[in-house]
């Protein structure tokens, strides 16, 4: 059955060769034109920075502050009137400018998420698929102990050690978020490195790290850019389980997963505190899928 | 195959089991308060008594001992947490129940999620593609936590015609509303992946040949595009399957399921370290297993990928 | 002293024979064909072994399964349970329960003064490992039972002796005149000696399990329900109207929530009603919220291992600063009561007493806070800063939050909120790290004591490590003293301590507050929030 799957590899990898030494540069002026020319995309990125500048510089126009509790105002609908635009939560507070604080949370997470993922991951699955043998045996291995330990107790004990900042959530979601991610690449890795193209560098006398860095990592980036975008939501939102669990983000400052949390408490008395929340996560994530797309066609070798 | 297979228990799982179960067992204990603490603050005899009974008044390294010592013989010990039962009793009874869940979960999420990708690949920026993955998107992005009450609210309380909670052994009404739940972010994931690597298939020099000989489309996807379109799909598959069966926590306390997911997370919220332990040595010999499974997979679905 | 005991005793026994343990259904009453209930039980409890609960989700089991000495009635008023009547010898230390010889066990033999011996002895002994070990020597006062705990006597000595099959004598240290109050507790029941004996840790298995009580176990899936049949056996059984209950184990409120609205659940666990959806509730269903008084305290410990807050102004200060009606009657808004002091004022044998800066109005009290904390050097530029430590959960954070907001209000107060996953907070509580914190009691039995004994220097749920040997002495001799308006005036002079030494913010009172279908009745409103299915009925709907 497995005549029938003609291998033809895509032989682009083999011009890479030719030129090396202006192909990383070609690679990347390329990518830049083709990811300018792709609507979707661009605009998704102009969206997302102003959704970023939002977060960042917004808070500012509202009068109210993210930590003021108003116990005259608790639960109430969107009013222009009194400037709470995105209304109040159940201690009163302006969800507006909780929304926007919740955000640069958010998008540190779920950037986060996603950077540690496509670095650590790609490489650690091109490495351990490309070498294979004992060495893949080992790192995969080693990727079962890690997913399959509670990583409750790994959050927990970082903060018992290092105390509650941040960066210890940050920390953590990295921790996870990359497990997957090397799996996939490795499975690929595994399917790239008998074909033609690879095998020729490798004859050519390239060596191993330079081959995993040059021909198979700008094979498997399409799919690291799908799974990557996957990731941002997921990571988004295991930052509010941590929180759940009273390990993530402090009270009063927010996430929007916490405030989709609450939000999902409240939803039939008040709307509001889920639809602001949960409608910028899901512009958000639009706009990473799109960037996400753009980048893969913009990447992919076979295209140039 | 077999000595792959016999390679990988002897020589891979059980040292890889061996060091999960050895890393867990001494970091959980490591965590601030210990299963025997509690809001009344009882007094040090008492607590003494308590932990006397569970072996934990010996030292660290007799108790790691005097654990391996038993589980070597299957028996994961009393549950600290559930006194009236043993971790063995408590998981043996809550397997069944999220494979069952897991299962049906998974079965929908691969059939829904592949045929939506290449659905998607094939009309690549149509409208069929873009409603696709947007219901894709808001499928990864709709968290649980709001999914599950939402439909229990819309089908239990509104409509009146699924429970709200429950698992009354697995009936079927009783699983609709916890499987659709659960199935949801999978689906998504598969739809997202598959149709990016099935993009990525199609727009491929051996493909393109076969188009050129005037093969009909679906003669060519099924033969000849999608297994290798699938080969990330099944790369996700290990760790899936694992996290679908064991991590259901939010579908499983919000349903009312008597399955790992709750052991699990009540487990750890109440450092119950040898129910935390048991259901750890699980899920690691689950990873193992798939991941085993999926790369014997991949020499099926590539046979330039050979297992050695 | 002796004449009042015993007056107040034939006052007991007189009220047994006018109450009885069950159902009381009004004639005329049209009962529903399925006398089934479900009920919402909280946590998936730890055991259903008498010996070893650990707290509401066992007891709220273990008094269905079984049957004390003493129980109360739907209204939380204490009456016989097995035991018929008692009476006091030896000017209260020792006491004297006669059993009812229809008393049975749910396999048909019957229950003797042996099984409570048996029981009481087994609770004690440190093998056991049960946490409520320690109740019947530092609530019960029973005769050596803290010896026993402590291993330094063998549990054969414990106060408790079964004079013959129906006469249970029962030895305190000291005469205790509550005692009887005290037995209402869900881990002092008797235990079937044989069974335990027989199948060990085991004996609490379905098939296994030989129980006193209205119910017996038919069925029991872990994190999925408890199903529990009426038990032919039970000697008042023909007064049990109820057939069958289910406890459910659900701790996500939401869930209890829409399966309550689904019809699925007749009954919310106590705290079942979800604050978020108060406004819902109050509009779509208003007569199903039941709210009642509850026996429990809210309140934040100061710790006085550190010196910021060994300044008394500034402890007073901080308690001037609540207004405490915005959080019970606006942020809760579930019945709670405003709390001024530790002892809520519905205990048992407890008249409350009014406070010197009570009396303030609340901008009265700020003004003198602001006073306080600039006579304590406390300014704008140079303010109190400190971390206020709780458990997460998203009534404290709540309650927090709205706290750290008034006392932003005072200028001259920082406040830091952190919170912590609840072993971690057991942990960092447990081991004074922490500089305020929050603290909670809710009372085992009926009587002031179980409350304000916890601010002795010797309690060890005394979080914040507060010491005053005065406020010690109150406290020990109100536990023997007999005469209950004599102990009335301890209790409130040990208030009155409190009142001035400010050794934690009292914050509010708890309320019981459940969700009830309409068609659920008998329920009343027993301050310890206990709800027995046995007093229960479903009418027609």
Redesign the interface.
């Known amino acids: 059955m497995n005549a029938s799957l003609p291998a033809l590899p895509p032989l682009v990898g083999l011009d890479d060769d030719a030129n090396t030494s202006i192909a990383g540069r070609s690679l990347w002026v390329d990518a830049r034109r083709r990811f300018l020319r792709n609507r979707a995309a661009l605009v998704s990125l102009c969206v997302l920075v102003i959704i970023v500048t939002v977060c960042l510089l917004g808070a500012t126009l509202s009068p109210y502050a993210y930590?003021?509790?108003d116990?005259a105002a608790?639960?109430n609908a969107p009013d222009t009137q009194t400037q709470h635009w995105f209304g109040t939560d159940?201690?009163g507070r302006d969800l507006f400018v909780r929304t926007l604080l919740g955000g640069r949370i958010s998008l540190m997470v779920g950037a986060l998420g996603a950077l540690v993922a496509v670095l650590i991951g790609t490489l650690y699955g091109a490495t351990a698929g490309f070498v294979g043998g004992k060495l893949d045996s080992v790192m995969m291995r080693f990727l079962e102990i890690l997913a399959s330990f509670p990583i409750m107790f790994l959050v927990?004990l970082l903060?018992?050690l290092f105390g509650?900042d941040l960066w210890l959530i940050f920390i953590a979601i990295g921790a996870v978020s990359w497990l997957d991610m090397a799996r996939i690449v490795r499975g690929q890795t595994l399917s790239l490195k008998r074909k033609e193209f690879v095998e020729a560098a490798h004859v050519a006398g390239v060596s191993t790290a330079r081959i995993i860095v040059r021909h198979i990592v700008p094979n498997v980036l399409g799919l690291v850019a799908v799974y990557a975008t996957l990731l941002v939501p997921s990571m988004i939102l295991f930052e509010s389980f941590l929180s759940?669990?009273?390990?993530g983000v402090?009270?009063?400052t927010t996430s929007w997963g916490a405030l989709l949390e609450?939000g999902?408490?409240?939803i039939?008395?008040?709307m509001w505190e889920l639809i602001f929340p949960a409608g910028f996560l899901v512009t958000t994530l639009f706009c990473f899928n799109f960037i996400g797309d753009g980048l893969r066609d913009a990447l992919d070798p076979k295209d140039r | 195959m077999l000595r792959f297979i016999l390679r990988r228990i002897f020589f891979e799982a059980v040292p890889t089991l061996l060091v999960l179960v050895t890393v867990t067992f001494f970091l959980i204990r490591l965590?601030?308060?210990?299963p025997f603490?509690?809001?009344?603050?009882?007094?040090p005899?008492?607590k003494?008594?308590?932990e006397?009974?569970?072996r934990m008044d010996q030292s660290l390294p007799m108790q790691y001992l005097g654990y391996l010592a038993d589980l070597a013989q299957g028996d994961l010990g009393?549950s600290f947490?559930?006194?009236?039962?043993t971790v063995n009793e408590?998981v043996n009874?809550?397997v069944p129940v999220s494979f069952k869940l897991g299962i049906a979960a998974f079965i929908i999420a691969l059939i829904f999620g592949v045929c939506a990708g290449v659905a998607a690949a094939l009309k690549q920026n149509t409208w069929i593609d873009y409603s696709v993955m947007g219901v894709a998107m808001i499928g990864v992005v709709l968290p649980n936590f709001v999914l599950?009450?939402m439909l229990?609210?819309v089908f239990?309380?509104w409509l009146?015609i699924l429970?709200?909670?429950?698992?009354e052994g697995g009936q079927f009404t009783f699983m609709v509303l916890p499987v659709a739940v659960l199935c949801k972010h999978y689906i998504s994931v598969i739809a997202r992946i598959t149709r990016g690597s099935m993009i990525e298939v199609l727009g491929s020099q051996f493909i393109r040949t076969a188009r050129a000989k005037g093969l009909p489309m679906h003669y060519i996807l099924r033969r000849h595009a999608l297994k290798p379109a699938l080969l990330p799909v099944v790369s996700y598959l290990g760790p899936a399957f694992v996290g679908i069966i064991t991590g259901s926590v939010v579908v499983?306390?919000?349903?009312?399921?008597?399955?790992i997911g709750?052991?699990f997370i009540?487990g750890a919220?109440?450092?119950d370290y040898s129910m935390v332990l048991g259901l750890t040595i699980l899920i690691g010999t689950l990873m193992i297993t798939f991941n085993a499974i999926v790369d014997i997979l991949y020499g099926f679905i590539d046979p330039r990928i050979r297992i050695k | 002293m002796r004449d009042f005991l015993k007056t107040s005793l034939v006052a007991i026994a007189l009220a047994l024979t006018l109450n009885a343990q069950a159902a009381d259904v009004p004639p005329g009453t049209k009962l529903h064909a399925m006398q089934h209930i479900v009920i919402g039980n909280g946590?998936?409890p730890?055991?259903?072994?008498p010996a070893?609960v650990?707290?509401r989700p066992e007891s709220n089991l273990t008094v269905e399964l079984f049957e004390g000495l003493v129980t109360q009635d739907a209204n939380g008023k204490v009456m016989g349970g097995v035991a018929e009547k008692w009476e006091s010898k030896d000017g209260g230390k020792v006491w004297v329960f006669t059993l009812r010889k229809n008393a049975k066990w749910s396999d048909g033999s019957a229950v003797t003064a042996s099984d409570f011996e048996y029981g009481f002895k087994r609770n004690v002994d440190?093998?056991?490992?049960?946490?409520y070990?320690?109740y019947l020597g530092k609530a019960s006062n029973v005769l050596n039972a803290t010896a026993i705990?402590?291993?330094k006597k063998p549990p054969s000595e414990l106060g408790i002796k079964a004079i013959n099959d129906t006469t249970l004598q029962i030895t305190l240290e000291h005469p205790v005149a509550y005692l009887v109050s005290t037995l209402i507790h869900g881990s002092l029941m008797p235990q079937p000696r044989k069974v335990i004996e027989k199948f060990g840790?085991?004996w609490?298995?379905p098939a296994n399990i030989v129980g006193n009580g209205p119910f017996k176990l038919a069925e029991r899936?872990?994190?999925?329900?408890i199903v529990m049949v009426k038990n032919p056996h039970y000697w008042n059984n023909a007064k049990t109207v109820i057939e069958q209950v289910t406890f459910?184990?659900?701790?996500?409120q939401?869930?209890e929530y829409?399966?309550y609205?689904?019809n699925?659940i007749d009954m919310t666990e106590d705290g079942g009603v979800?604050?978020?959806?108060l406004?819902?509730i109050r509009k779509e269903i208003p007569d199903e919220i039941a709210l009642w008084p509850q026996l429990g305290s809210y309140y934040y410990n100061y710790n006085f291992k550190l010196k910021i807050f060994e300044d008394v102004r500034v402890r007073k200060a901080l308690s001037l600063a609540i207004n405490r009606d915005?959080i019970t009657k606006?942020?809760l808004n579930t019945g709670e009561v405003s709390a001024y002091g530790m002892t809520p004022d519905i205990a048992d044998g407890y008249k409350p007493i009014v406070n010197d800066w009570q009396k303030l109005s609340q901008s009265e009290r700020e003004a003198q806070a602001k006073q306080l904390l600039l006579d304590a050097g406390y300014n704008a530029g140079h303010p109190l800063k400190f971390p206020l430590l709780y458990?997460?959960n998203?009534q404290h954070?709540?309650v927090?939050?709205?706290i750290?907001?008034m006392w932003k209000r005072l200028g001259a107060v920082e406040v830091e909120?952190?919170?912590?996953?609840?072993?971690?907070?057991?942990?960092?509580r447990?081991r004074g790290d922490f500089v305020l914190t929050r603290g909670?009691w809710v009372a085992d039995y009926n009587e002031a004591s179980t409350m304000i004994d916890v601010f002795h220097s010797k309690h060890?749920?005394n979080?914040g490590k507060y010491n005053n040997p005065k406020y010690d002495e109150i406290i020990d001799k109100a536990k023997i003293t007999l005469d209950a308006g004599e102990r009335t005036k301890l209790y409130q002079a040990a208030e009155q301590i409190l009142a001035q030494d400010f050794p934690a913010i009292y914050l509010y009172h708890y309320s019981n507050r459940r969700l009830i279908k309409p068609w659920v009745k008998g329920y009343g409103r027993n301050p310890l929030g206990r709800i027995q299915a046995r007093d229960l009925y479903i009418v027609a709907h």
């Open positions: 930590d003021d509790p116990f608790m639960h159940n201690l927990i903060m018992t509650r759940y669990l009273g390990l402090q009270e009063p609450q999902a408490k409240s039939e008395v008040a | 965590a601030p308060g210990g603490s509690s809001e009344m603050n009882v007094p005899e008492v003494a008594a308590i006397a009974k569970y009393p947490k559930y006194k009236d039962f408590l009874k809550a599950a009450p229990a609210l239990a309380v009146k429970p709200a909670g429950g698992w499983e306390t919000f349903f009312g399921i008597p399955g709750q052991l009540n919220l109440n450092r | 946590a998936e730890a055991t259903i072994d070893r650990e707290g440190p093998k056991t490992a049960s946490y070990s320690w705990v402590e291993g840790d085991k609490t298995d899936v872990v994190n999925e329900r459910l184990p659900i701790v996500n939401s869930a829409q399966r609205r689904a699925a979800p604050a978020d959806l406004s819902q915005v606006q942020i458990n997460t998203e954070k709540k927090a939050l709205a750290a907001a909120l952190v919170n912590q996953e609840w072993k971690t907070f057991l942990d960092s447990n909670a060890g749920s979080d």
